[in-house]
């Protein structure tokens, strides 16, 4: 188990991907221990999806999928890979140079100029085989439709428009320089880059010029999939641009560290590939950023990245092609400070105590929608997609997810948690005496019909204490509310009650004890995990009172629980520490250093992703499936990783060959 420990310790603080999934790698084959797991966990969050191809590569191309690979090296033949597969697809491609390399956005063609012989092959991905051979050898772009590549070629000082239906010639284009091109969406507007004049110019389709951009290339350009933005990345200045593509005018700006090629992905957000060795995810619609280092210590000596954003390819000097898929590991940015979550199928609600708001699809990790209010409070939604935030210390408003406010509710006391019930009928609203204050008062809990803001039955509380905690029983007419004891008044506990619906008649009240509750959570079988303020997690069947389980033993009290859906493992947060529970048998599972802030809150995906989020503003989704961990890190690995470098012996290497 030492050794399980310490290379799990050397995982957690190495510098690249690949090197931490190693050490993890070793840790958890010499001994399968919660900080071996947790290391493991952390080395997954990497985008790193493994290495492809031979070192030496020094040019690679991505399909739109990310389903495929091209890679070159020097006048060698280029090479296809299949990139789940790690196999290499059988070619017949000239052993030539080559100047450039891309995929149609539908991936059924390769194009590969070759300068030495100007000409441009076509590859069918498809069938397997070359099907065309065209006059150029300069830039090459695909318009996105996929209708159309186009070819610039130098001797001749033109653009050309191959048609991919019998690849013929459908329009040529006087342009004397072109070290750059994108196509528009409909193939009506084509951005050139000059990068020995120093300037970026908009052709329209019979090559008048709409607008330019003076500025030392390279440049980089994407178009977004309705054509009305333009991103520019200009190297030089370090900078990514978005452009009214009809007028030139500038609509965002940002910087980036030495930004590279680009992509836009279906949910608007900018991939940016950079030439410092990482992926750079820019949302400007809500001005986030993420990024991830994907080589450090090594020079990025080519790079592509597929048309939807999600799949990118890397090439360090020496190395082979490194893969990186946006489909996993930190899903955000958002501002720093503390927030909760709660999820709701594929949907996942993050309400900041700022008062900020955002629904995010989890399947596509894009941001569906964002919202501002007047007041912190956890956003809450229901079953049929009703959303209720407080907007006010005394307000509550329930709208639907287009944004039309349905209801204000106003109250004369302090609000405390809010909580729909299972069927999504109606709003369980708390009240009672401000927090942290010398405020007496009855806490009590109503039921509000949303659509109608009508009051539908009511409950006091016999304690004079605020309402800590409030949820619904998944599938049950029945609601949970937990309400503060005293640390000061040993005889005043905190009190677990489960209420009944529809009259919130009073099912059952079980003593939790002195102290206040942190945070609860549901778990199946009429079962309830409460943590705070002892160090331990408290189990408690909701049926009988009685107390099941009781577990943990943390160095400090959690403040955050949560229960996975099938309740086979139970996640609390401490500091920057997240840790795995097996409720069954009381072990710790893993424990890793989540964030670096302090964590705010802990959820679980419908299929058994953890999420967290924590006031370091990042929102992370983690993979505990150990087995499948394996398999994708030793994807990471790949078969040509040096493991006597991480002081391991070719008998112990703990993925299979």
């Known amino acids: 188990m030492a050794i399980s420990r310490q290379y799990a310790v050397l995982a957690n603080s190495a510098v690249s991907g690949d090197r931490a999934a190693m ?9 399968p221990t919660a900080e071996a797991r947790g290391a493991l966990l952390k080395a997954a969050m990497t ?30 033949p280029p090479q296809v890979w299949r990139t789940r597969e790690r196999t290499r697809l ?54 996105l439709n996929g209708e159309s590549l186009v070819v610039h070629s130098g001797t001749q000082r033109v653009l050309r428009f191959w048609s991919t239906d019998g690849w013929r010639v459908t329009r040529e284009m006087a342009v004397r320089r072109a070290d750059s091109i994108a196509v528009s969406p409909d193939g009506g507007g084509v951005l050139v880059g000059d990068h020995l004049v120093g300037e970026l110019s908009l052709l329209s389709a019979n090559g008048q010029l709409l607008w330019r951009v003076p500025g030392r290339g390279p440049w980089y350009t994407a178009w977004s999939p309705d054509g009305a933005i333009v991103a520019m990345a200009n190297g030089a200045q370090a900078k990514v641009s978005l452009r009214d593509s009809a007028s030139g005018d500038l609509r965002a700006e940002a910087n980036a560290w030495n930004p590279g090629k680009l992509a836009f992905g279906p949910d608007s957000r900018l991939a940016i590939l950079s030439r410092s060795g990482s992926i750079q995810v820019w949302d400007p619609r809500y001005d986030t950023w993420s ?18 954003g999600r799949t990118a390819a890397l090439v360090s000097q020496g190395r082979a092609v490194v893969l990186w898929r946006r489909d996993h590991g930190w899903i955000a940015s958002r501002p720093s400070g503390a927030a909760r979550l709660e999820r709701l199928g594929d949907q996942l609600t993050v309400s900041a105590d700022t008062g900020d708001f955002a629904v995010w699809q989890l399947s596509s990790r894009s941001r569906t929608k964002t919202g501002a209010f007047h007041a912190p409070g956890r956003v809450r939604r229901s079953a049929d997609g009703l959303i209720a935030r407080k907007v006010s210390p005394a307000a509550v408003q329930a709208s639907d997810l287009a944004g039309k406010v349905l209801q204000d509710i106003q109250f004369s006391r302090n609000i405390g948690p809010l909580a729909f019930t299972a069927d999504g009928k109606y709003l369980a609203i708390s009240g009672g005496p401000v927090p942290g204050t ?33 949820e619904s029983v998944p599938a ?49 079988g009429s079962r309830a995990a409460t943590v705070g303020p002892g160090r331990d997690i408290d189990v408690w069947d909701i049926d009988t009172g009685a107390r099941v389980a009781s577990f943990g033993d943390h160095p400090i009290p959690p403040t955050v629980v949560a229960a996975s859906s099938d309740s086979r493992l139970i996640a609390t947060g401490e500091n920057s520490v997240v840790r795995l529970w097996d409720p069954d048998s009381g072990d710790l599972f893993a424990v890793f250093t989540a964030h670096s802030g302090p964590i705010s809150d802990v959820e679980w995906t419908a299929d058994g992703e953890l999420i967290t989020t924590a006031e370091d503003g990042k929102i992370g ?37």
Not at 494 to 517: F, H, K
Not at 650 to 655: I, Y
Request: net charge negative; proline share 5%.
């Open 621 to 657: 989704i983690w993979d505990v499936d150990t087995e499948r961990v394996v398999q994708r890190l030793c994807r990471v690995v790949g078969e040509q990783a040096d493991w006597r470098a991480v002081g391991v012996a070719p008998e112990d290497v703990p993925c299979p060959s």
């Open 438 to 470: 010398a405020q007496r008062g009855m806490s009590d809990l109503a039921l509000i019909d949303p659509l109608t803001g009508q009051q539908s039955a009511r409950v006091g509380f016999d304690y004079m204490g605020q309402v800590l905690a409030l």
């Open 291 to 308: 990024s991830e280092d994907i080589l450090t210590g090594t020079a990025v000596v080519g790079g592509d990245i597929s048309a939807d």
């Open 90 to 143: 059988s070619t017949n491609l000239p052993a030539e140079p080559h100047s450039a390399m891309k995929f149609s956005p539908d991936g059924r063609w390769l194009a590969i100029a070759l300068p030495v012989s100007d000409r441009v092959w076509i590859w069918d991905a498809r069938m397997g085989r070359n099907v065309a051979q065209l006059s150029g050898s300069g830039a090459i772009a695909w318009q």
């Open 23 to 31: 050490y993890a790698l070793r840790a958890l084959q010499a001994a």
């Open 47 to 76: 985008g790193l999806d493994g290495t492809i191809g031979d070192v030496g590569v020094d040019d690679v191309a991505v399909n739109p999928d990310g389903t495929m690979v091209a890679t070159g090296r020097g006048g060698e």
């Open 476 to 524: 049950q007419a029945r609601l949970v509310v937990v309400t503060a004891g005293s640390s000061e008044e040993p005889a005043v506990a905190s009190m677990l009650r489960v209420l009944g619906l529809p009259d919130l008649r009073s099912e059952r009240v079980i003593n939790l004890g002195s102290g206040t509750t942190n945070d609860l959570a549901m778990m199946s």
